[in-house]
């Protein structure tokens, strides 16, 4: 979950950078599927804005993502880490970075 912790959160506007950015990123893991680059298929958890109804959160809006079941690890970073033997994910971020001409690299 992500929220502001200060200033005004009370409107959907504020997270419009982050909705938009996971709308690109969708397009581009979209080509990289349908390019066949490797045999598996790579899954987008995409976020919705929601509004707290109680608690800290109330009132506020915060950014959500879908719970992902059993384990979850970090493939890579943008800083150059990669655990071993994510080719697939590594093989996206390359893909992304190339077929946006360097203005995106999803990681």
């Known amino acids: 979950m992500k929220e502001f912790k200060s200033g005004g959160v ?3 506007t504020f997270f419009k950078e982050d909705i938009e950015a996971v709308k690109k990123a969708g397009d581009l893991i979209e080509k990289f599927n349908a390019a066949g680059v ?4 790579v ?3 995409e976020p919705e804005v929601w509004s707290g109804n109680a608690g800290r959160i109330a009132g506020h809006k915060v950014l959500v993502e879908p719970m992902i079941k059993g384990e979850y690890f970090k493939f ?3 800083t150059g880490h990669a655990e071993p033997d994510t080719q697939t994910m590594q093989a996206l971020s390359h893909f992304t970075y190339h077929q946006s001409k360097g203005q995106y690299l999803l990681c």
């Open 10 to 12: 009370h409107e959907d």
């Open 43 to 45: 899954y987008l958890n």
């Open 76 to 78: 890579n970073s943008n």
């Open 38 to 41: 490797v045999s598996k298929g």
